[in-house]
């Protein structure tokens, strides 16, 4: 107890000490217009704080805390913006700092949680992300209002975004196409502006953990492969299955396909949208509108695989898929992101737990 008053004390002294300086600062200053007698105040009170300082007993002590107060009284009164008490010199410390650390976060730099395994490998659930929101531009928060753009997002680039159907909700997934291309995709292979986007299959073991509807932990097997886009290599991955579907359609490309229901296509002449996740028969009736971009029918094809029409990003539009193509909802879904929707590109982790801290994920760069 006595180790903590003499503490106490020596922080007084301090704080004594700083305003008297202060005080006397102000009075010798030119910036204000100080009376006679509003100098003879204040550097009286300045002098009793300096004699009860110069003194080192019990009762000087007192003395200290009341000519502190005193002092601190007529310098707030009649030197506002040069006589400021420790408290509010902190208060107004913290204030500012919490200012830019707001500004920070609304135009330069957010952090985001992933919440769900659409982005494994790349990405994993408990992963904690910084997201650069200054490389596309300046937005407005909580808002799709940009003052200025940059540049627009690129092929390849892991973008956050407001969900087009739920603008309340964040989404991160992996840029494949932009405004003008066209896209296809095909018994899990993706064809970009008519060019297959080659799958690379890596010889590696592939699990990755995923939540179960009731928030349990479970491994899933898969299979990995590496994609290039716009000279960026990053993996993705699919179901444990693949490699063997693979070497089926190979074989017979012709014939029967045992897996047919798991030939990815664009189920009708009109691209899914968000109105699909209400009413996706009303999918079938409606036409296509050329701001949701527009679908292509291409020459009947000779192998069960080959494309059999694409879709055409439109302007001011993004196509995005997740790197878990298996298990992800996407543009594939719910139709293409607008780029007024992207808050930033993913930078790297900064943290992820997973019931405990993988150390080893930890400043991972997102690409």
């Known amino acids: 107890m006595a180790t903590s008053a003499r503490k106490g004390d020596r922080r007084v002294r301090k704080e004594a000490k700083g305003l008297v300086r202060t005080a006397r600062r102000g009075m010798h200053s030119r910036a204000f217009e100080i009376s006679k007698e509003t100098r003879t105040e204040v550097l009286a009170s300045a002098r009793r704080l300096e004699d009860a300082l110069a003194k080192d007993d019990e009762a000087s002590n007192g003395n200290i805390r009341n000519g502190l107060s005193e002092l601190d009284i007529l310098v707030e009164r009649h030197l506002p913006q040069v006589g400021k008490s420790t408290t509010r010199e902190y208060a107004e410390s913290i204030g500012i700092a919490l200012f830019f650390a707001l500004m920070l976060r609304a135009f330069v730099v957010e952090a985001f949680k992933?919440?769900?395994?659409?982005?494994?490998?790349?990405?994993?659930?408990?992963?904690?992300?910084?997201?650069?929101?200054?490389?596309?531009?300046?937005?407005?928060?909580?808002?799709?209002?940009?003052?200025?753009?940059?540049?627009?997002?690129?092929?390849?680039?892991?973008?956050?975004?407001?969900?087009?159907?739920?603008?309340?909700?964040?989404?991160?997934?992996?840029?494949?196409?932009?405004?003008?291309?066209?896209?296809?995709?095909?018994?899990?292979?993706?064809?970009?502006?008519?060019?297959?986007?080659?799958?690379?299959?890596?010889?590696?073991?592939?699990?990755?953990?995923?939540?179960?509807?009731?928030?349990?932990?479970i491994e899933e097997s898969c299979s990995l492969y590496s994609e290039t886009v716009e000279g960026e290599t990053y993996n993705t991955i699919f179901s444990a299955a693949r490699p063997q579907d693979d070497d089926e359609r190979r074989s017979n490309p012709l014939g029967s396909y045992s897996r047919m229901s798991d030939i990815h296509d664009f189920p009708t002449h009109s691209m899914p949208s968000c109105r699909d996740t209400e009413d996706r028969e009303r999918r079938d009736r409606d036409v296509i509108d050329a701001a949701t971009g527009q679908i292509v029918e291409l020459t009947p094809p000779d192998k069960v695989c080959a494309p059999r029409r694409h879709f055409v990003i439109p302007p001011e539009h993004l196509f995005v898929m997740g790197d878990n193509r298996d298990n992800s909802s996407d543009s594939r879904v719910w139709g293409p992101v607008p780029v007024k929707n992207v808050k930033g590109k993913a930078l790297f982790i900064w943290r992820s737990t997973k019931g405990s801290t993988e150390w080893d994920r930890i400043g991972k760069l997102v690409h």
Not at 117 to 141: Q, W
């Open 114 to 217: 992933i919440p769900s395994a659409s982005m494994i490998p790349t990405l994993e659930i408990g992963d904690h992300i910084f997201v650069n929101k200054f490389l596309y531009g300046i937005r407005l928060p909580y808002t799709t209002t940009r003052f200025f753009e940059f540049r627009k997002p690129k092929r390849g680039e892991v973008i956050v975004f407001m969900y087009p159907c739920d603008e309340e909700k964040d989404f991160i997934k992996r840029v494949v196409a932009v405004a003008g291309d066209t896209v296809e995709v095909r018994c899990s292979k993706l064809y970009v502006n008519g060019e297959l986007v080659v799958p690379e299959l890596s010889p590696q073991e592939c699990q990755y953990w995923d939540l179960d509807a009731d928030k349990r932990w």
